[in-house]
Every structure is written in C-alpha cells, then in structure tokens.
C-alpha cells in the first residue's frame, strides 16, 4: 500500500485470518511492517501479534514490539504499539525504550505525530547517554 503522502508500505506476517466478530480486522501473528521514508531509509516494526483494521490501516500490535528506523539508527521496544500507517501516527500507551547513536530514552508512552516530526514522551521519563 501507500499512506496519504505515498511512501509505499508492505505488512507481511507468518498468519493472518479474518476475524470472525469483524471481517474488516486481521488477526496477525509475527507481523512485520516496513515503511520506505526516504532514499536509504526505511522503518520496520516486528510484534509477536498484530491485528489490523483492511479498511482504515491500523494496525495494533502487541508483545515484544520492536520498531527501527535506518535514517536515524534508532530503535524502539514497547509491549503495545497503536501504528497508522496511512499518516505516520503511531502510539504507546505502555512503557517504551528507545536507543539510538548516543541516546537512550525510556518513558511511560509515547505518541509520534506527522511522520515522525514530533514525538511526545508521557510519564516518568529517564534520558541518558
């Protein structure tokens, strides 16, 4: 697929079924999403389990969330992650660590705004090298 500003995106997983409640809904076990942000630059998200909504493209993803990001050498863990891939929102509402080239960052939350551009830590948060 493509989100609203046409970076292409793929979401593959070990199985995906219907939901029997909600045929909109995937259920996703060992989702992978890769995004294309840019020459040389893509993000990868991993999870034990997904599910993702075919007609809007979230997706929620929970247990051992990892997320990189090339460009930035960053990476991201969180146990629950809320991604919408079609306008670059993505949303913990659990703990997360995020490490990158001398940077460690670990909060309560977070929640990433247009495309990346901004990022709002919650709770008690600790920075260091």
């Not at 993000?43 to 090339?70: P, W």
């Not at 919408?84 to 939350?109: D, K, W, Y």
């Amino acid at each position: 697929g493509r989100t609203e500003t046409g970076k292409a995106f793929e979401i593959t997983a070990e199985l995906a079924r219907e939901n029997r409640e909600d045929a909109r809904l995937i259920e996703l076990v060992a989702p992978v999403g890769k995004l294309d942000s840019g020459p040389d630059s893509r993000i990868e998200m991993r999870a034990l389990n997904g599910l993702m909504d075919t007609s809007s493209r979230d997706m929620d993803l929970r247990g051992e969330v990892v997320v990189t990001d090339s460009a930035h050498s960053l990476t991201l863990r969180t146990e629950h992650l809320i991604a919408r891939l079609a306008n670059g929102f993505m949303a913990s509402p659990t703990a997360v660590a995020v490490t990158a080239t001398n940077l460690q960052i670990e909060a309560a939350g977070m929640t990433v705004t247009e495309d990346g551009s901004h990022i709002l830590f919650t709770g008690p948060l600790y920075t260091g090298p």
